[in-house]
């Protein structure tokens, strides 16, 4: 008896991580790159009163055995990389990728970390930067002069200037990409560290090696369905009040049997 109450135990914190990673996922409903995320679940081991194939007589054998499982636990939580939908913005270092592929920002301890969130803007030197100040890599600065600025779908950047009407070219946007992204490390500000799971990247220009083109002006946004969103929410919250239940009717059978005389 009281394996099932530790069973039920599991199943409850179970539903509460899958709670916790769909509450994540409806929090980022509008943050731009966003990938939402999805918890997968396996059973533990199992009590083996009497395993298959075991003798059951002088000729025989039991054909399916009695193993008792021991509850669940969390195995993972799969990172969905499926492309968002498009916000057209109609500012110029606004970028989405058409595909595959990660920009690159170089973060204040030199670390190169990578997002699929393409809103960079202007520093005071004029240097692109994302939304927290690291810097697009390779670095580009925008001059003050410039009175457009032009991406074109193969990363390629240039300006045009107020003294001469001749496009000047910056600078060169590639994107990398990883043999399994769903193994990057979240660092949180829509940014992610490689792993020994992701492999290490791989940098390439847009449109080419399985990398998408760049977009200017526009932006990815999350890739968070709000309706499904709220039936896994009502899911998990039906399944973990059934765990609670068996908890109660544990507890129940356990007092009937102290109530023995």
Do not use: C
Request: proline share 5%; aromatic share 4%; no cysteine.
């Amino acid at each position: 008896m009281i394996k099932s109450l530790n069973t039920a135990a599991t199943g409850m914190i179970a539903q509460q991580t899958n709670m916790d990673v769909i509450a994540n996922n409806i929090a980022n409903v509008n943050t731009t790159g966003f990938k939402k995320g999805r918890a997968e679940f396996e059973d533990l081991i199992y009590h083996n009163l009497k395993d298959p194939g075991q003798a059951s007589g002088l000729q025989s054998v039991t054909p399916t055995g009695v193993q008792t499982g021991l509850g669940v636990r969390t195995s993972d939580v799969q990172k969905d990389f499926s492309l968002g939908s498009v916000a057209i913005t109609k500012n110029p270092l606004d970028m989405h990728i058409e595909g595959g592929g990660f920009f690159q920002v170089r973060t204040p301890d030199g670390e190169i970390a990578y997002t699929r969130d393409g809103a960079f803007k202007k520093d005071a030197s004029g240097k692109i930067v994302d939304k927290n100040g690291n810097s697009l890599v390779p670095d580009i600065t925008i001059p003050e002069n410039a009175i457009s600025v032009e991406i074109k779908p193969a990363g390629e950047v240039a300006v045009i200037l107020e003294s001469d009407g001749a496009p000047q070219v910056l600078g060169q946007i590639d994107l990398a990409q990883f043999i399994n992204p769903a193994g990057l490390k979240n660092t949180g500000k829509n940014l992610y560290l490689p792993t020994a799971a992701s492999g290490q990247p791989n940098t390439n220009r847009p449109g080419t090696a399985g990398t998408g083109f760049i977009s200017q002006g526009e932006l990815e946004t999350s890739n968070v369905n709000i309706v499904d969103e709220m039936v896994n929410m009502i899911t998990a919250q039906r399944a973990y009040e059934t765990n609670s239940k068996v908890v109660q009717t544990s507890d129940q059978m356990l007092q009937t049997a102290v109530n023995i005389r």
